[in-house]
């Protein structure tokens, strides 16, 4: 199974501006898709953007199209989310992903990061 380890959270105004980072342990298969989740306190775990890793093929959720960007550097194994425009709303644990289904289940996706953190303050 692959690692992943998420990097880039904090604290930010409302309509600040962060880029979270995902290092896989293992190249990507041309299958694998990857995405990124969140997870607010009392609430299920959301599905935030996904990415097929082989050609680039990209998803995100109505919350956050226009204002997220998922990007991959594929030399170096790493996912990023680029998030601008932040709301309060999305004050969450953010968590990358790695699975073979190009869905927004996280049921589908087997592998998980440890989270990091954003918090966007009113």
């Known amino acids: 199974q692959v690692q992943l380890a998420e990097s880039g959270g904090g604290s930010v105004l409302d309509g600040g501006s962060l880029t979270l980072s995902c290092a896989a342990s293992q190249r990507p298969y041309s299958r694998s898709v990857m995405g990124w989740f969140r997870q607010a306190p009392g609430k299920e775990r959301e599905f935030v953007a996904l990415?097929?890793?082989?050609?680039?093929?990209?998803l995100y959720a109505d919350s956050v199209k226009g204002r997220f960007t998922i990007s991959r550097d594929n030399p170096k194994n790493m996912l990023y989310l680029q998030m601008n425009s932040l709301k309060p709303e999305d004050t969450a644990v953010y968590y990358c992903?790695?699975?073979?289904?190009?869905?927004?289940?996280?049921?589908?996706?087997?592998?998980w990061g440890q989270g990091t953190q954003v918090t966007v303050a009113s």
């Open positions: 990415l097929r890793w082989h050609g680039g093929s990209r």
């Open positions: 992903a790695w699975g073979t289904e190009y869905t927004s289940s996280p049921s589908a996706y087997t592998d």
